[in-house]
């Protein structure tokens, strides 16, 4: 590589997470409001530049923490946005990562030195965002579906165990559909992903339910 190559200059990385979570039946992502330019004012997905000196998933984290004060969660890798033009200030290749968790285990940063704002926002309410972020929250929700069809990404949501009616209630609201009860508990117990403990507890105000979790290193299974 020719470094002096003016072709190999002027470009950068970005780091970018879409973050979700379920609350009361309602799938939402966390979103963040930029306080300088490009898009001063305007809302984002929770992302920055890459340092030269950090590998990828070490500068996503970094920036969630700095942007949001939530740390230590499961990130995965969905795409890489590389349009040439996708930020005014210089070519800046996107590398997107999506998670999911349980909102209520962290204390959500209102105001930081980069951001006026952060709010958990439905899914189905998201504004006009800066960059490209529209399009690659489009894409993480397509994505995110699949993910919790084949495999225990709902694991990150539920550390903890949860009911079947529970359960039942995140599937429908990030698939967009609706099952029938007994059919989606046995379909979900048909895979060898959960196990019972020896909990129950109340969901929504209804009698108490057994307690399942998920089973470590369970082997991916195509769940519906």
Do not use: C
């Amino acid at each position: 590589m020719d470094k002096k190559n003016p072709k190999y200059q002027n470009q950068g990385i970005h780091v970018i997470s879409a973050l979700f979570t379920v609350e009361k039946g309602i799938t939402k992502v966390l979103i963040i409001k930029r306080k300088y330019d490009p898009y001063q004012g305007m809302w984002a997905l929770v992302s920055g530049a890459l340092y030269n000196d950090e590998e990828v998933l070490d500068g996503l984290k970094r920036e969630l923490k700095e942007k949001t004060g939530i740390e230590n969660i499961h990130l995965e890798l969905f795409n890489i946005f590389s349009s040439i033009h996708r930020s005014p200030v210089m070519r800046m290749v996107g590398i997107a990562y999506l998670g999911i968790v349980d909102k209520e285990k962290f204390h959500l940063l209102k105001e930081t030195l980069k951001t006026t704002d952060a709010d958990w926002v439905p899914i189905d309410k998201i504004p006009l965002l800066a960059f490209d972020h529209n399009e690659i929250l489009k894409e993480a929700i397509e994505v995110l579906k699949v993910r919790i069809r084949k495999t225990d990404l709902l694991k990150h949501l539920y550390s903890n165990g949860f009911t079947m009616p529970e359960i039942q209630k995140v599937y429908e609201s990030i698939l967009g559909v609706t099952f029938d009860r007994r059919n989606f508990r046995k379909k979900l117990l048909s895979t060898g992903m959960i196990k019972e403990t020896n909990r129950v507890e109340r969901f929504e105000g209804n009698k108490p339910a057994k307690v399942y979790i998920f089973e470590e290193n369970s082997m991916d299974k195509n769940v519906f």
